[in-house]
Nanobody, 119 residues
Framework: QVQLVESGGGLVQAGGSLSLSCAAS????????MGWYRQAAGNQRELVAR???????SYADSVKGRFTISRDNAMNTPFLQMNSLKPEDTGVYYC?????????????WGQGTQVTVSL
């Protein structure tokens, strides 16, 4: 079993930046994709950014041009750079790693890290 732990969350003012990291208990093999999700109070969890094994990235429309997802090559976990933060970005951010082996797919999840953006 792999444990994921997010770090880098905190309180920032609108327009500021934060970087989120995802530490894994061991290197993850057979990664198909990885990404970051968030859940704001009173809202459903949503995909923020995703990067595939081949390096293809995708973003929620609300964060395009402001957030950048990349890969930690050593551990196969995602990193998220967040710029020009808005109060609407406030929420708990979760690291996700999707693996696939012989057609079987599964996910690892972190416990979440709080991001709060003040006006």
């Amino acid at each position: 079993q792999v444990q994921l732990v997010e770090s880098g969350g905190g309180l920032v003012q609108a327009g500021g930046s934060l970087s989120l990291s995802c530490a894994a208990s061991r290197t993850i093999f057979n990664v198909n994709a990885m990404g970051w999700y968030r859940q704001a109070a009173g809202n459903q969890r949503e995909l923020v950014a995703r990067i595939t094994k081949g390096g293809i990235t995708s973003y929620a429309d609300s964060v395009k041009g402001r957030f950048t997802i990349s890969r930690d090559n050593a551990m196969n976990t995602p990193f998220l750079q967040m710029n020009s933060l808005k109060p609407e970005d406030t929420g708990v951010y979760y690291c996700n790693v999707e693996w696939i082996v012989d057609g079987f797919k599964g996910n690892y999840w972190g416990q979440g890290t709080q991001v709060t953006v003040s006006l």
